[in-house]
């Protein structure tokens, strides 16, 4: 992975990021029956793509490695995070934690000031690094008996060091 700049997805691709989705939740030990269920969760939104909320990691070869999706949640500045998924050939190189601090910059650039993650149980130590906060728990909508955690991320002001800190020395 290098340092290509995250873009704006398209929406002829959406079919290769829900692809990326699902690899990623197979990756997470979830069965053919689970990644039946959880599809509503993986399917990219092709509206919030028209829309210019769905952000795109490619390699130099211009593969995309992994996606990020938000949504404005209509109430004062919060920002729903939709989805961000990495493909499991290309994990722990900083490619989420990049795609993660595309979507602090477009939420800022939306007003936002909190970041509301649903967290899978894998999850977890990638927003606890990145320095949100976990603030309560939630049954899964697709599959109750999968537990999610819930996180705020604050936004820092603009000119603040926030995801970039824990970005700082990647090469990736
Ligand atoms: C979670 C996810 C987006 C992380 O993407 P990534 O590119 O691997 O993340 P990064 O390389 O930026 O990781 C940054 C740090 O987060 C933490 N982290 C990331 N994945 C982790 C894991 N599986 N277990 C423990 N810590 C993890 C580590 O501290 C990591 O730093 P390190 O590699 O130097 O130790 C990716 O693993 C993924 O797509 N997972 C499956 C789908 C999913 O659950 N998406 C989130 C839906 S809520």
């Known amino acids: 992975m290098t340092n290509n700049p ?5 929406v002829d691709e959406a ?5 990326i989705a699902v690899r990623a939740t197979r990756n997470d030990g979830y069965d053919d029956n ?5 599809m509503p969760a993986l399917k990219v939104n092709l509206s919030l793509i028209a829309a210019g909320l769905v952000f795109v990691a490619d390699s130099e070869a211009g593969v995309p490695h ?8 209509g109430i004062g500045g919060l920002i729903l995070l939709e989805g961000i998924f990495v493909d499991p050939a290309h994990s722990r190189r900083g490619v989420g934690t990049r795609l993660f601090a595309t ?3 477009l939420s800022r650039k ?3 000031n909190v970041i509301l993650i649903n967290s899978s149980p894998s999850s ?13 728990a939630t049954p899964f909508v697709f599959s109750p008996d999968v537990q999610l955690s819930m996180f ?11 995801v970039e800190a824990v970005r700082g020395g990647r090469s990736s």
Do not use: C, W
């Open 15 to 19: 079919e290769e990021l829900t692809q």
């Open 124 to 136: 977890v130590d990638f927003y606890a690094r990145l320095g949100a906060n976990k603030i309560g």
């Open 110 to 112: 939306m007003a936002g």
């Open 34 to 38: 689970a990644i039946v269920r959880f």
């Open 103 to 105: 979507a602090v910059e």
């Open 152 to 162: 705020a991320f604050a936004i820092p002001p603009s000119g603040e060091h926030g």
């Open 6 to 10: 995250v873009r704006p997805a398209r």
């Open 66 to 73: 992994g996606y990020v999706a938000v949504r404005p949640a």
